[in-house]
């Protein structure tokens, strides 16, 4: 067995026997599934309204299990529907984040100096701008089109990634490896995309699970205060804004799609943490 190979069953091994890491795995995976099937598979559509239905409470007689909005519409439906957007925000905000701090965090951390330095002050100026602020200002520029948040959000969570890629760089780019690297003269592209990317590839997928849960959290803000996703889709944030309105007498507007957001952000959370147990045992 190779030595990578071994490592790889290793790590397997130390995020599997992570308790937290596999219930929250588990709970992530049971919340995709419903996503994905609810919306296709229920009685009711994302839009069926019917005001003889409106407000119901929770019941399983009619499928209504988590009651109805004041338009009559079903809300088990809608919240699963939302999981979708939210989750499809975050996966993607969190990829654009990913290419883009990576691309940076590497080309800083390699070449040093004056590039370095300007690189870096930059992503300082940024750091002093409040990103949800930078966001909004973005979203109200550009539209609420739902690719156009997805964009926003990604360019803008990027610059913790960058700091962390490019403090990984800066630690193997004088390694004996590295040496024999630039000593038979390979081009800097291949030696970032061959060398340098694969061996920060820990501590980046590590902080990737957990910027998803703050992307999600971003793009349910926004939702929140009327700038993100619009109807007639929904989101976890859209929903909790307008079971926030109904929280006196349709409490359940409200009490489902949080929860369910809760739940989903505990869940990545556990997942990030087991994540980096199980990549780098030497920092628990």
Request: charge should be neutral; hydrophobic fraction near 55%; charged fraction near 15%.
């Amino acid at each position: 067995m190779s030595p990578s190979h071994s490592a790889r069953r290793q790590a397997l091994a130390r995020f599997a026997a992570n308790r937290a890491a596999m219930v929250g795995l588990v709970l992530l995976t049971v919340i995709v599934l419903l996503a994905v099937i609810v919306p296709m598979a229920w009685p009711y559509g994302l839009e069926d309204a019917s005001l003889e239905r409106a407000l119901r409470p929770p019941s399983f007689a009619d499928f209504h299990w988590f009651g109805t909005d004041a338009n009559g519409r079903d809300l088990f439906v809608r919240v699963f529907y939302g999981a979708r957007i939210s989750l499809a925000i975050g996966l993607i905000a969190t990829v654009i984040a990913l290419f883009i701090g990576v691309a940076w965090g590497t080309t800083a951390g390699w070449f040093g100096g004056a590039v370095d330095m300007l690189m870096m002050r930059f992503v300082d100026i940024l750091y002093a701008v409040p990103l949800l602020f930078l966001i909004i200002v973005l979203v109200t520029v550009l539209g609420n089109n739902i690719f156009l948040i997805f964009a926003a959000i990604g360019a803008v969570e990027w610059l913790t990634m960058s700091r962390i890629v490019r403090g990984q760089t800066i630690a193997i780019r004088n390694l004996e490896f590295m040496d024999g690297a630039r000593a038979i003269a390979l081009p800097t592209p291949r030696i970032l995309t061959r060398y340098v990317v694969p061996n920060i590839i820990g501590p980046v997928v590590v902080y990737s699970t957990l910027l998803i849960p703050v992307n999600i959290i971003v793009e349910s803000s926004l939702s929140f205060l009327g700038l993100g996703v619009q109807e007639p889709l929904t989101s976890w944030g859209l929903l909790i804004n307008q079971g926030a309105t109904m929280l006196d007498s349709a409490s359940w507007m409200l009490v489902f799609p949080a929860v369910l957001l809760a739940i989903t952000m505990l869940s990545f959370n556990a997942v990030g943490d087991g994540l980096r147990d199980a990549l780098d045992p030497r920092g628990r």
